[in-house]
T-cell receptor, first 117, second 108 residues
Framework: GAVVSQHPSWVICKSGTSVKIECRSL??????MFWYRQFPKQSLMLMAT?????????EQGVEKDKFLINHASLTLSTLTVTSAHPEDSSFYIC?????????????FGPGTRLTVT | KNEVEQSPQNLTAQEGEFITINCSYS?????LHWLQQHPGGGIVSLFM???GKKKHGRLIATINIQEKHSSLHITASHPRDSAVYIC??????????FGKGTKLSVKP
């Protein structure tokens, strides 16, 4: 099946620093990529949707200046958490969509656990 | 009320038991996903279905569009099936709406 990778799998950073998380679709070109956040014992919450070459669409309540998303190619999207704070500590999951609106598959990355100290 | 409700929230079973996890939703959907989240957090997509029934190994997923209900069944459960199982529905805009998950623990 299709594979989506994330790097790093876990990261610890100090408050005020920035962290970049990469999401790659390894064996297919992703028409759309999604970034989710999951707090302990909570559902996945969509943060933003990005299409290659265009600006990401952020969900209500998600600060676009804090969570920078770059979708530079059909196989790579990055999420940068700028000026991280302890409340940003969470599990970040990306997902890549293959195919088109009427018929597509969505594949999930393994996630990145961010801890801000 | 959540748009996607799963039951039970927690489930403990003995190895070999037949397991059923239920998902009910209240919105119009174009498809429904069953996902498996391992203890480390990684997510695997098990099924995507919009009607009827799908089977993969010991896993079976069914959906009843009229009743807005789906079930995930695991036959001959095994400790390695222990995970959180998440139901997610694809709304009319293509977005996914997630249930809170069902934590399954299979004891040897």
């Amino acid at each position: 099946g299709a594979v989506v990778s994330q790097h790093p799998s876990w990261v610890i950073c100090k408050s005020g620093t920035s962290v970049k998380i990469e999401c790659r679709s390894l064996d297919f070109q992703a028409t759309t990529m999604f970034w989710y956040r999951q707090f302990p014992k909570q559902s996945l919450m969509l943060m933003a949707t990005s299409n290659e070459g265009s600006k990401a669409t952020y969900e209500q309540g998600v600060e676009k200046d804090k969570f920078l998303i770059n979708h530079a190619s059909l196989t790579l999207s990055t999420l940068t958490v700028t000026s991280a704070h302890p409340e940003d500590s969470s599990f970040y999951i990306c997902s890549a969509r293959r195919g088109h609106r009427s018929s597509y598959e969505q594949y999930f990355g393994p996630g990145t656990r961010l801890t801000v100290t | 009320k959540n748009e996607v409700e799963q039951s039970p929230q927690n489930l403990t079973a003995q190895e070999g038991e037949f397991i059923t996890i239920n998902c009910s939703y209240s919105v119009g959907i174009s498809a429904l996903h069953w996902l498996q989240q391992h203890p480390g957090g990684g997510i695997v997509s098990l099924f995507m279905l919009s009607s009827g029934k799908k089977k993969h190994g010991r896993l079976i997923a069914t959906i009843n569009i009229q009743e807005k209900h789906s079930s995930l069944h695991i036959t001959a459960s095994h400790p390695r099936d222990s995970a959180v199982y998440i139901c997610a529905v694809r709304g009319s805009q293509g977005n996914l709406i997630f249930g809170k998950g069902t934590k399954l623990s299979v004891k040897p």
